[in-house]
């Protein structure tokens, strides 16, 4: 793999820099690493620097990347903006060459990719783990662990915690099994002291169709359930939609919050004023975002970086 921009017209719109990284990526074949190499994989999440979960401020600025292995692969507009690998490893691999990004949230494939490529030392990193709630199915609410499928997994290759997603529809029976396994799986990531990260939804069906319910009271009600998941909250922190209201709904926990950035359909502009808003609440304590950082509507992947960094770290409005 070549991770050179120029390389491939589809990442013609992207502006991806020189940094520390770019030889590594004009050189490392990942397909024939893995075809030679499989056990380098294993070999370099045990030898992989890690740091502290948070620094001096209390805050994380997440990137996420977990979306394809549900296939959700569209942003705005582009139904197939995340297909392809390389150019979402690349993009990938600018963000996290940012000062002020702490990690990555994404699946093993991805991280896998980014760790053969050196990108994850001193990082943060979040295994995604329910990801069998595929996009549109019949069965998307019955969300099963099909990436990290439990918090050994995680922890037997060093990763600093995981995340579910949490979608409630109380029409859906599917809805108990993965509160069940999201349950189970705060209980074994706090025991190993490893964030649980979860990433409540009220959900429900319009024409065959799961939509989040993103009204307040609703948003509310996730998190008081997703709260309640495991033996104990010790280490859980949540994953939550900016949304109106916003200082009555974070008066719903005091479990420290990350803010997620969602599908970007609004101006970069209007998406950060209202971040940085949102910031200003006390249990509110950084940002994952993915499609909104990794595919702005300027493809300039490391000034969207900088703008969410300086708003996380820097106060910047």
């Known amino acids: ?178 509160l069940e396994s999201a349950a189970t799986a705060v209980t074994g990531l706090a025991e190993r002291k490893l964030m649980a990260m979860v990433e409540p939804f009220w959900s429900t069906r319009e024409d065959g169709r799961v939509t989040n319910l993103l009204d307040p009271d609703s948003v509310i009600r996730s998190i008081h359930i997703a709260s309640g998941l495991g033996a104990t909250s010790a280490y859980t922190w949540l994953k939550l939609p900016v949304v109106d209201d916003l200082a009555r709904v974070m008066e719903a926990t005091t479990l420290p919050t990350l803010l997620l950035g969602g599908d970007p359909t609004v101006a970069p502009e209007e998406t950060y004023a209202s971040w940085g808003k949102a910031l200003s609440l006390p249990s509110v304590r950084g940002l994952v975002v993915g499609r909104a950082l990794l595919f702005p509507p300027d493809g300039d992947v490391p000034a969207a970086v900088d703008h969410a960094a300086a708003l996380v770290h820097g106060g910047a409005a």
């Open 1 to 178: 793999m070549s991770g050179l921009a120029e390389d491939r017209p589809d990442l013609g719109r992207q502006v991806v820099p020189d940094g520390p990284r770019a030889e590594v990526r004009r050189q490392v074949d990942l397909t024939e690493l893995r075809v030679r190499h499989p056990e380098r994989v294993a070999e370099a999440w045990q030898q992989r620097r890690r740091r502290e979960l948070v620094g001096e401020d209390g805050r994380l600025l997440i990137v996420a990347a977990d979306h394809p292995a549900r296939g959700a692969l569209g942003v705005r507009d582009d139904r197939m903006a995340m297909a392809s690998r390389p150019a979402l490893i690349d993009r990938l691999v600018a963000a996290l060459e940012r000062p002020g990004v702490d990690g990555v949230l994404a699946t093993p494939d991805v991280l896998e990719d980014l760790l053969l490529l050196g990108a994850l030392e001193g990082k943060i990193v979040i295994g995604s783990m329910n990801r069998g709630g595929l996009q549109g199915a019949t069965f998307e609410l019955d969300d099963r662990f099909t990436a990290y499928g439990s918090a050994e997994e995680i922890a037997a290759r060093r990763l600093d915690g995981g995340k579910m997603l949490t979608r409630i529809d109380l029409a859906d029976p599917g809805t108990v099994a993965t």
